[in-house]
């Protein structure tokens, strides 16, 4: 089975920079597609950055430019570096993870296996 954690989140001002990692136990985590969730309040929980197994990402329009998902397959982690950040960036980011082997990244939450905790982001105007 598979844990993550979330770590990094915090308060901000407008402008400024995070950097949230999400650890991960479990054997093959390099064989499994990782993606950065994030829900705002009264909102629906929405994709912002996914990474395959072979290390291609995609990235939300409103995020694509200022954030940048890596992984270090040695660490078992996954990080979402956020930059030139915003107020509608304020949420709850959670990390999570495909089943072990399935590689290819998808955006809906119901194709992800594994859950961390989330994390809170608030970006101050």
Do not use: H
């Amino acid at each position: 089975q598979v844990q993550l954690v979330e770590s990094g989140g915090g308060l901000v001002q407008a402008g400024g920079s995070l950097r949230l990692s999400c650890a991960a136990s479990g054997r093959t985590f390099s064989s499994a597609a990782m993606c950065w969730f994030r829900q705002a309040p009264g909102k629906e929980r929405d994709v912002v950055a996914a990474i395959n197994s072979r290390d291609g990402t995609y990235y939300a329009d409103s995020v694509k430019g200022r954030f940048t998902i890596s992984r270090d397959n040695a660490k078992n982690t996954v990080y979402l570096q956020m930059n030139s950040l915003k107020p509608e960036d304020t949420a709850i980011y959670y990390c999570a993870s495909r089943l072990i082997g399935r590689g290819a990244v998808a955006l809906k939450p119901a194709e992800y296996a594994y859950w961390g905790q989330g994390t809170q982001v608030t970006v101050s105007s």
